[in-house]
């Protein structure tokens, strides 16, 4: 049976939606993906099961390595709604794989690491992620699609001439009313990527051989 899998970052997890909020906190996400974000409205719409992997704060290394990590099945259909490129993680020998960095987080080695930070080598990285990403994903037998959350922050393209990404589109979260944080998209943006990821599967992606 089909299962719809997605992987992202908040704007896929649906922080600050009224069922995702932290002790009433609505800066901190909740344990568990909203029910109003895109992932499970567009399960509904095509009633299956939903694996929701995003991750709030998920860089595209992140969301690369949960891809290379999960154990896919057959007939899966995969969304990756790649994150924004300014972001990136380290890996630890500690139980958890992998610390998240981030220009909004005030630890030692975030703040080292912004020293560094160039969103050009960024976006760079991010369409190499997403090469390794088509490539792994087309070798299986599951539909997939890749559609970033911000489109505009990839508008730089790869300065590798080999480089060509099958079903990318860059339509972008839509955002068309604001989530409990007024920073995050709210319930009806929501529904309308929802709507627009549905009808490029429809078109393009859920009827190929």
Same mark, same amino acid.
């Given at each position: ?66 891809? =290379?990590?999960? !154990?896919?099945?057959?007939?899966? %259909?995969? +969304?990756?709604?790649?994150? &924004? ?68 922050? =990839?508008?730089? !393209?790869?300065?590798?001439?080999? %480089?060509? +990404?099958?079903?990318?589109? &860059? ?39």
């Amino acid at each position: 049976m089909a299962r719809l899998i997605t992987f992202g970052c908040s704007f896929t997890y649906g922080q600050s939606m009224p069922d995702c909020v932290e002790k009433g906190n609505v800066y901190n996400p909740g344990p568990k993906p909203s029910k109003f974000a895109w992932p499970n409205v567009l399960s509904e719409i095509l009633n299956i099961k939903c694996v929701n992997q995003s991750n709030c704060g998920a860089s595209n290394l992140e969301i690369l390595y949960k891809i =290379l990590d999960f !154990k896919f099945k057959k007939h899966d %259909i995969v +969304i990756i709604m790649w994150s &924004l490129p300014n972001r990136d993680v380290y890996f630890t020998r500690l139980m958890q794989p992998y610390r998240q960095l981030g220009v909004w987080m005030a630890n030692k080695i975030s703040k080292k690491w912004m020293l560094t930070l160039d969103e050009y080598d960024y976006i760079q990285r991010s369409w190499i992620y997403m090469h390794h990403a088509d490539l792994y994903l087309k070798n299986l037998d599951v539909k997939y699609m890749h559609y970033p959350a911000n489109a505009d922050k =990839l508008t730089v !393209k790869s300065s590798l001439k080999n %480089i060509s +990404i099958n079903n990318l589109y &860059l339509d972008g979260q839509a955002c068309c009313d604001f989530a409990l944080d007024n920073s995050h998209p709210g319930i009806e943006s929501h529904k309308q990527t929802a709507n627009n990821i549905f009808n490029i599967l429809d078109k393009h992606i859920l009827n190929e051989s």
